[in-house]
Each structure stands twice: as C-alpha cells, then as structure tokens.
T-cell receptor, first 115, second 110 residues
Framework: DAGVIQSPRHEVTEMGQEVTLRCKPI?????LFWYRQTMMRGLELLIYFNNNVPIDDSGMPEDRFSAKMPNASFSTLKIQPSEPRDSAVYFC???WGTGLNYGYTFGSGTRLTVV | DAKTTQPPSMDCAEGRAANLPCNHSTISGNEYVYWYRQIHSQGPQYIIH???NNETNEMASLIITEDRKSSTLILPHATLRDTAVYYCIVRSNTGNQFYFGTGTSLTVIP
C-alpha cells in the first residue's frame, strides 16, 4: 500500500502563475479530501469528493481555486492566478466508505510558496 | 459536528504515560470521538476512535467518560517520536468530513 501520493512535495512559484497540485488516493477509497494548513488558520477543509463527485466546496476560498477528480485514482487542485497568501501546505486525504470507518489517510502534503 | 476543547500544549517525560484531555460537552449520541496526530511537516495520522466504550490499540488507549462529554487519549510509554500535535475530533457516523481544531502540542522530554 503506497498510501496517498501527492505531488509535488514542494512548489515555489511567482505571484500570478498557475499552480496545479496533484493527488493519487489509495486504491479502492471512494472519498477524497483537500485540506490547507497555515499557521494562522490551522487545518482547513477546502473540498471533498464522493465517488469522484464534488460534494462540498464551501471551504474553497475563492474562484481562483478549483478542484477536479476526473477518475477514482486522480485529483487536482488548481490555483489561478496564485497569490502570496496562498502559501501553505496542502494535504490530500482519502477514505473508504461513508459510515463507520477508521478515519482518513493523509498524504505527505505539498508545501506551496508563492513569491 | 460538536466542537472540542483541548489544552494548547503539554509536556511529558520520556517513558511516562502521556494523558491528553479533550472536552466535547456538546457531543450528540451518534458522534464518535477520533484522535489524530501530526508530526512536524507530515500529514495527520489516525490514532484511535470510539463511541462509548474505552478503546485500545497498538498506539494508544482512549478513555471516554460515561456522560461522553470528555475523553482522554493515553500514550502508555511516551517516546521522543510521540512529540506532535494531537487533535481530538468528534464526528457523526454519517458525517463526511473532519474539522480539525487547534489541537494539543505534546512535547516529550528526554
């Protein structure tokens, strides 16, 4: 089990550029979650998918953020245009089922720095 | 989902038991208590969860009070690698997402 795989691990980009973060959930998991972590706000849920369908995107900060899950094994989080305040660690997590379970499995995160 | 309250930080001597408290006084009957931890620069890691009964696994024990308004995570023999931020979360059986609070920063001291 390779776990939840995120890429890249680190990303440094200039303000105004497009940034795409990638996530491969654990095979067989049918829920996927994107979180953002900053010192000021802690861990925030941005969006989650069930069976590849976005269920709740109320945590997405603004229209510059978009997320897709074209199939069960891949998801992207895109920021366009990026701003310095988007600098954070972005985590992807996946889970099997919607009822009682053993929680999420998180990836190692992508550390984004926008200069 | 119910809110939780945890102390911001705690210290524990290496080899001793670490007892991390959590208050969840507004918990409802169908909400479970979950514990996660986050070691610096890593993603959160599942530790344990429970509903009413005390639970134990290879990592920790979870003690839930009879009225379910509070719980304690116990790391029986803390090691330096247990230094992390520990999050207590309550979530319903049908809830789809976790909301992380500020957690407790545990420092294990040699």
């Amino acid at each position: 089990d390779a776990g939840v795989i995120q890429s890249p691990r680190h990303e440094v980009t200039e303000m105004g550029q497009e940034v795409t973060l990638r996530c491969k959930p654990i095979s067989g998991h049918n829920s996927l979650f994107w979180y953002r972590q900053t010192m000021m706000r802690g861990l925030e849920l941005l969006i989650y998918f069930n069976n590849n369908v976005p269920i709740d995107d109320s945590g997405m900060p603004e229209d510059r953020f978009s997320a897709k899950m074209p199939n069960a094994s891949f998801s992207t989080l895109k920021i366009q245009p990026s701003e310095p305040r988007d600098s954070a660690v972005y985590f992807c997590a996946s889970r099997w089922g919607t009822g009682l379970n053993y929680g999420y499995t998180f990836g190692s995160g992508t550390r984004l720095t926008v200069v | 989902d119910a809110k939780t309250t945890q102390p911001p930080s705690m210290d524990c001597a290496e080899g001793r038991a670490a007892n991390l408290p959590c208050n969840h006084s507004t918990i409802s009957g169908n909400e479970y208590v979950y514990w996660y931890r986050q070691i610096h620069s890593q993603g959160p890691q599942y530790i344990i969860h429970g509903l009413k009964n005390n639970e134990t696994n290879e990592m920790a024990s979870l003690i839930i009070t009879e009225d379910r308004k509070s719980s304690t995570l116990i790391l029986p023999h803390a090691t330096l690698r247990d230094t992390a931020v520990y999050y207590c979360i309550v979530r319903s059986n049908t809830g789809n997402q976790f909301y992380f609070g500020t957690g407790t920063s545990l420092t294990v001291i040699p």
